[in-house]
């Protein structure tokens, strides 16, 4: 049994929390917060036995195997070192840091603990995203070509707070431009060599409307993300055979292929679930299995999307 504690008590811990309870070899058995009342009342609800005022307190508990880290971004980096130095395994949202520098230590620390770390991009692991491979490998649209993808919407000032504040890590690409960044290449199994920019600020402070020109190994991407812009949030893969299109690339069920006479050749269509089952899974096996990172989220899925933010952003 892997035994997970939380840090950051917010509402995609619960959703993390949820996926747990549906996981076999796996449990959560506390929760941290820098507010003390703040854990008390969320593990009160989510029925976790024990709860934290201080990371530091949880970490030194040796009934805890790995950490999942919830907290803004601006605070990844520092709660990623903080769970390896205390000998904690570390599943982390995306994106896990927000600069090369940072993904390298963090890489270079957990390897050198022999220590788990993965950064949580869980719509990898989606059935429709491994469907979505298979219909590539298998030839189904032959030789990509170009794919495209979209997504944003008109985030709440108040609710989403953090996306318009730059000391909290906001900002389009960071918080919805990673995910195109580590999908399309995942599904084609080709690496990024190069990214052009055209990038709208907010206010001068955080990144907003943000569009990307891709160059993988043997294809292009464009890639659009705004947090102020309604999108369609879908994703296309174009080969000289026929097409794919992948409804809301980063949470949805569906897939679905196409021939060259935009007929509808095969369908995907998986039931409603909490995806973040799969991705607990993987990081369960491998943790069991003294692995340090994820075949399906490498280190270098982390480290090149790092880059391309500095490139990016700096």
């Keep these: 049994m892997i035994r997970f504690g939380i840090i950051g008590a917010g509402d995609i811990a619960r959703k993390f929390n949820d996926a747990v309870r549906q996981t076999a070899d ?26 934290y005022g201080s990371y530091t307190d949880m970490l030194q508990q040796a009934a805890i195997d790995a950490v999942y880290i919830a907290t803004t971004t601006n605070f990844h980096y ?10 904690k395994h570390v599943l982390c949202e995306k994106p896990m840091v927000m600069t090369y520098a940072q993904a390298q230590e963090a890489v270079r620390l957990a390897n050198e603990k022999q220590l788990f770390l ?10 429709k ?24 919407w008109v985030a709440d000032p108040v609710y989403n707070h ?9 900002g389009s690409l960071y918080d919805l431009g990673v995910y195109p960044l580590e999908l399309l290449p995942y599904y084609t199994n080709q690496k990024i060599v190069c990214v052009q920019k055209m990038i709208q600020m907010y ?13 993988l190994e043997h294809s292009f991407a ?8 309604k999108l369609p949030e879908d994703a296309y893969i174009y080969g000289d055979k026929g097409y794919i299109r992948i409804p809301k690339i980063h949470f949805g069920t569906d897939a679905f292929l196409y021939d060259l006479n935009d007929r509808i050749t095969e369908a995907f269509e998986g039931k409603a679930e909490n995806g973040f089952i799969y991705q607990i899974e993987e990081a369960v096996r491998c943790i069991q299995t003294g692995k340090t990172e994820s075949e399906v989220c490498p280190h270098s899925m982390t480290l090149t999307t790092c880059k391309i933010f500095d490139e990016c952003l700096m």
């Design 162 to 170: 953090r996306l318009f504040t730059s000391e909290l890590g906001g």
């Design 78 to 87: 520092e709660h990623i070192l903080l769970c390896l130095r205390a000998g």
């Design 222 to 229: 464009n890639i659009q993300c705004s947090f102020t812009t």
């Design 26 to 51: 796996a449990e959560i058995t506390a929760v941290a917060s820098k507010d003390l009342e703040r854990a008390k009342k969320w593990a009160a609800k989510e029925k976790i036995p024990h709860y």
């Design 129 to 152: 995203s491994q469907k979505v491979r298979s219909w590539i490998s298998e030839n189904k649209i032959g030789t990509v070509k170009l794919m495209q993808a979209s997504i944003g």
């Design 118 to 127: 993965m950064e949580c991009m869980w719509s990898r692991f989606l059935p």
């Design 203 to 215: 206010r001068d402070d955080v990144d907003d409307v943000v569009s990307l020109n891709v160059a």
